[in-house]
């Protein structure tokens, strides 16, 4: 078996193929002057691609990763297929059809937050693009996705993982936490996760987002007074959430209070924001970060030995 990467997603792809113990083949990929991209199957791996299943890992985050996304499946179909006709007539120009065999690993699927329509006339684009990349491929792995209610009706299978359980082990480690904080609703059931695994406190917050970059928290008494704690979520952007739950928790005796989530988006200044507020940012690898200390490789080989037994694939 083997896992192939494009150009966003290739120390995961590595750390997914090293913990399935499967080779890893990276995708030639460049940029045009214009800012278009460009995909090519290696002539050595063509091989492989067709005689067992793959797994795709890539990132739809930011825009041009769908792009790359969507042309690596186009070619890996082709492939597949045996559409190898090609203008400068370079080796065979058609071979047999190899069958499915086709998975794609989202570590972070951008407009996964768009998973609802607020307002009339709105896309839901997180089935949107769930529905152009299930077009292109056998089953779908998606690591902490925000809201997976919204990919529930693609037409291929797809394996919800999640890192928090490495998340967890990681705050044990270098953390050891004596509670930890949902700072919304939303993130509740992936933080109580962790707190159950760690086996302490646990509470969330009930957050009302005013626009991109003002969140306001209902106040709550938190026993939070001389402890160690932890707010944890599915991701940071702005950080204006983390800022905000830990001022709270501060002012309620926090001693000590780090972020940790799955996607460090860490967008306009982030890092240098949330260091006022936290004693420490954890991350994991689903996006190039600077605090990326959690592999998210052994969430998504899980999601892969998922979809390999339901499709009844050997692995
Ligand atoms: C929202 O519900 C998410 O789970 C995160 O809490 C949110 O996206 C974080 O965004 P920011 O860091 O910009 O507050």
Request: hydrophobic content about 40%; some cysteine; aromatic content about 6%.
């Amino acid at each position: 078996m083997v896992v192939l990467s494009g150009s966003n997603s290739r120390s995961l792809a590595e750390q997914l193929a090293s913990t399935l113990n499967w080779q890893h083949h990276p995708l030639e990929t460049r940029r045009f002057p214009d800012s278009e991209g460009y995909i090519r199957i290696p002539s050595e791996v063509i091989q492989a691609v067709r005689s067992e299943p793959v797994v795709l890992v890539s990132n739809t985050f930011p825009d041009a990763g769908i792009v790359e996304t969507l042309l690596m499946l186009e070619a890996i179909n082709d492939v597949r297929r045996g559409n190898m006709d090609n203008l400068n007539q370079i080796g065979p120009q058609s071979m047999d059809d190899v069958g499915p065999g086709i998975l794609l690993a989202i570590p972070y699927f951008g407009y996964s937050r768009q998973d609802k329509r607020f307002k009339p006339g709105e896309a839901v684009s997180a089935k949107a693009i769930g529905h152009l990349l299930a077009s292109r491929c056998d089953g779908i792995i998606v690591f902490d996705l925000h809201a997976p209610s919204v990919l529930h009706d693609l037409p291929v299978p797809v394996a919800f993982t999640s890192a928090m359980p490495e998340l967890a082990m990681h705050l044990k480690e270098h953390v050891d936490p004596d509670f930890i904080l949902s700072p919304d609703k939303g993130a509740i059931e992936r933080a109580s996760a962790v707190a159950a695994t760690i086996d302490c406190e646990f509470s969330y917050l009930e957050k009302t987002r005013i626009d991109a970059h003002t969140i306001v928290h209902q106040a709550k008494d938190l026993d939070v007074d001389g402890k160690i704690v932890a707010i944890v979520d599915d991701m940071i952007a702005t950080g204006g959430t983390i800022c905000r739950a830990a001022e709270a928790l501060r002012s309620q005796g926090a001693i000590e209070v780090h972020a940790a989530c799955s996607h460090g988006l860490f967008t306009g200044g982030a890092i240098a924001r949330l260091i006022r507020y936290v004693d420490g940012v954890h991350a994991t690898s689903s996006l190039s970060n600077p605090r990326d200390v959690i592999s998210g490789g052994p969430a998504l080989a899980r999601g892969v030995k998922d979809l390999f037994e339901r499709l009844e694939w050997t692995i």
